[in-house]
């Protein structure tokens, strides 16, 4: 079968790979849609990776079933969760649905390829009125991401939300929030991504690299910030201008990956009554919420900007890191 690698340097290529062989609890999958994730970025602009590649978001059909697969079946439309919980019956994570929470989750990558290997515990059935690339997005960090962490943003107190980076997480968190009755803030430096942050939602778009996003958005809030800020870049800077722009008691939620940051339990936290949370992937078992909400208007196939053919990955990274796109997917033909 024919998988991607990341050779570093914003450099992919397609080579030959022997198909996945699933083992007990695991399934194949015979890939429809893989979706692209600013988390990919690393790898891809600096040293690449030696095997597999970083494609953790994907959808498709299962083609064969190792030992002991009981939930899913060969022939079976899915998207995918990477994040797979043990699925014992006695732990008491996975009974909750709660995958990023079981002590023996399991990460499934490399989906960027024509087959890849999935847990069975992970795998959401898609049904007929959820389209492939719509199907990517609610099984995947798309709209998991955003999802999960609108169930820590959920007060009566948080009306206004300032989004700290508009990538694909920040992007779906404005709509969401959006669709959701929240005045949303935008911020970024790219004019493309503002824009579409403007169609799917925000209320206030801010060029980062022409206006002080904290003066902005305190002049946008009569001074006193937002009730909520979102930091979705991964960026040091973002991370103490999310603390600089939050309202006294107000929420500061982290999507963004990134290394140590410098915070003043005083000044941050302490004397102005600010909170902080972190929010990673989703958990499978809020999967059927987030496909009720599709099915009553949710508008998700608007954050995808771009299709590309499997066999056009390098465009599609290439077009992705440039900063100007929403959701990239990645397209493989019928088999």
């Not at 404005?174 to 935008?186: D, E, N, P, S, Y």
């Not at 991370?239 to 003043?264: I, M, Y």
Request: aromatic residues 6%; hydrophobic residues 40%.
């Amino acid at each position: 079968m024919k998988a991607l690698k990341l050779d570093g340097q914003g450099k992919v290529r397609i080579v030959e790979a022997p198909e996945p062989t699933p083992g007990p609890g695991q399934v194949a999958i015979r890939t429809r849609m893989s979706a692209l994730c600013g988390s990919e970025m690393g790898r891809f602009r600096g040293a690449g990776m030696g095997k597999g590649n970083s494609g953790h978001e994907g959808m498709g059909i299962v083609s064969r079933a190792g030992e002991g697969v009981t939930r899913v079946r060969v022939g079976d439309r899915v998207g995918v969760s990477a994040i797979a919980g043990c699925g014992r019956p006695e732990c008491e994570r996975c009974r909750a649905g709660q995958s990023t929470w079981c002590p023996d989750r399991k990460f499934y990558g490399s989906m960027h390829a024509e087959q890849f290997l999935a847990a069975e515990m992970g795998c959401l059935p898609l049904p007929e009125d959820v389209a492939d690339d719509v199907g990517a997005l609610i099984t995947g960090d798309g709209l998991g991401v955003p999802y999960h962490t609108s169930l820590k943003l959920a007060g009566d107190d948080i009306r206004t939300i300032a989004v700290f980076g508009l990538g694909p997480i920040g992007l779906g968190s404005v709509l969401l929030q959006a669709w959701l009755g929240r005045r949303i803030i935008a911020v970024d430096l790219s004019a493309e991504r503002l824009a579409l942050a403007g169609n799917l939602g925000a209320a206030l778009t801010v060029d980062a690299g022409a206006q002080d996003p904290v003066e902005a958005i305190k002049a946008a809030t009569d001074g006193q910030g937002a009730d909520a800020c979102l930091e979705a870049a991964g960026v040091p800077q973002t991370a103490r201008q999310c603390f600089k722009a939050v309202r006294t008691a107000g929420l500061v939620a982290f999507n963004g990956e990134q290394k140590s940051v410098e915070l003043s339990p005083s000044e941050d936290f302490i004397r102005r009554d600010v909170r902080a949370v972190g929010s990673w992937f989703f958990q499978v078992g809020e999967y059927p919420e987030m496909l009720r909400l599709y099915r009553d208007g949710l508008p998700v196939k608007s954050l995808v900007t771009h299709v590309f053919p499997f066999e056009r990955a390098q465009e599609a990274f290439d077009s992705f890191a440039a900063g100007a796109t929403g959701k990239v997917l990645l397209r493989y033909e019928a088999r």
